[in-house]
């Protein structure tokens, strides 16, 4: 069973920064397709950003030129580095892996005060 466990959230001040980090269980990390997704209170979860195994990048519109997702394959990790944190990106924010399967994490919270 494939295990996804994130780190790093908690309390920020808006316009603040925040590095999640999603430690994979996956002996064949550097071939998957990694992600991060976010839902917030009341709404459907989103996709923030996503990471192929060839490194390219996909990022929501809203966070373009802010978050930056990132991996270290050699520590089966991917990262989501957010930078000018907004109150209205308080969220849970998990981590998913979706090559041949999907897995998810359970999601770290991450407030963001005004």
């Known amino acids: 069973q494939v295990q996804l466990v994130e780190s790093g959230g908690g309390l920020v001040q808006a316009g603040g920064s925040l590095k999640l980090s999603c430690l994979a269980s996956l002996s064949t990390f550097g071939h998957h397709d990694m992600a991060w997704h976010r839902q917030a209170p009341g709404k459907q979860r989103e996709l923030v950003a996503a990471l192929t195994s060839v490194g390219s990048t996909n990022y929501a519109d809203s966070v373009k030129g802010r978050f930056n997702i990132s991996r270290d394959n050699g520590e089966n990790t991917v990262y989501l580095q957010m930078n000018s944190l907004k109150p209205e990106e308080t969220a849970v924010y998990y981590c998913?892996?979706?090559?041949?399967?999907?897995?998810w994490g359970q999601g770290t919270q991450v407030p963001v005060s005004s």
């Open positions: 998913h892996t979706y090559t041949q399967m999907s897995f």
